[in-house]
């Protein structure tokens, strides 16, 4: 298996632009998480999906960003409008049956940058 | 709310040294510890994953511990080597909850 792919690996974009972000899970898992890591505050999960089905959005920032997954190997993050302080790396990671005992892979990340 | 706590934050050794990565929790009511390492500009690698029933693993020259009661687990490293120089993750699973992360370890081996 390929691992966890994202797409972009980089994106630097001017505030107020909209910017997608997108992650294909490991073919069977069916858990699906987005993470944001900064040098501040670390890693903080902002979604998780469970069989495509949204569980958990409450460490979605604002209403500016939304994740979708509508199938079981693709999601997106969507990011609209952008602002400076979204500049971070994004991570996809997925698990099988996840939450009690399997281990989460993750993707290499997208950095974002919003100038 | 689960908080996990890394300590040190940054740490230095010789070549060849042996090592200790310490890591908290506050909610001993786990079911499993997950260590990861990140390398620079890179995603996070999952090295070893203790379950709540086990009190170690072991891969390699890696071996990380689970003291549940006490809320602690440590990663510990043989031998070390220029290559192990990365950021090291402890991550934590409640249950019906994602995993809650440490800030992380940044090792440093010098040749």
């Known amino acids: 298996d390929a691992g966890v792919i994202q797409s972009p690996r980089h994106e630097v974009t001017e505030m107020g632009q909209e910017v997608t972000l997108r992650c294909k899970p490991i073919s069977g898992h069916d858990y699906l998480f987005w993470y944001r890591q900064t040098m501040m505050r670390g890693l903080e999960l902002l979604i998780y999906?469970?069989?495509?089905?949204?569980?958990?959005d409450s460490g979605m920032p604002e209403d500016r960003f939304s994740a979708k997954m509508p199938n079981a190997s693709f999601s997106t993050l969507k990011i609209q409008p952008s602002e400076p302080r979204d500049s971070a790396v994004y991570f996809c990671?997925?698990?099988?049956?996840?939450?009690?005992?399997?281990?989460?892979?993750f993707g290499p990340g997208t950095r974002l940058t919003v100038l | 709310k689960q908080e996990v706590t890394q300590i040190p934050a940054a740490l230095s050794v010789p070549e060849g040294e042996n090592l200790v990565l310490n890591c908290s929790f506050t909610?001993?009511?786990?079911?499993?510890l997950q260590w990861f390492r990140q390398d620079p500009g890179k995603g996070l690698t999952s090295l070893l994953l203790?379950?709540?029933?086990?009190r170690e693993q072991t891969s390699g020259r890696l071996n990380a511990s689970l003291d549940k009661s006490s809320g602690r687990s440590t990663l510990y490293i043989a031998a070390s080597q220029p290559g192990d120089s990365a950021t090291y993750l402890c991550?934590?699973?409640?249950?019906?909850?994602?995993?809650?992360f440490g800030k992380g370890t940044r090792l440093s081996v010098i040749a």
């Open positions: 991550a934590v699973n409640s249950g019906n909850t994602p995993l809650v």
């Open positions: 999906f469970n069989n495509n089905v949204p569980i958990d």
């Open positions: 909610d001993s009511a786990i079911y499993n």
């Open positions: 990671a997925s698990s099988f049956s996840g939450l009690s005992g399997n281990e989460q892979f």
């Open positions: 203790i379950q709540s029933s086990q």
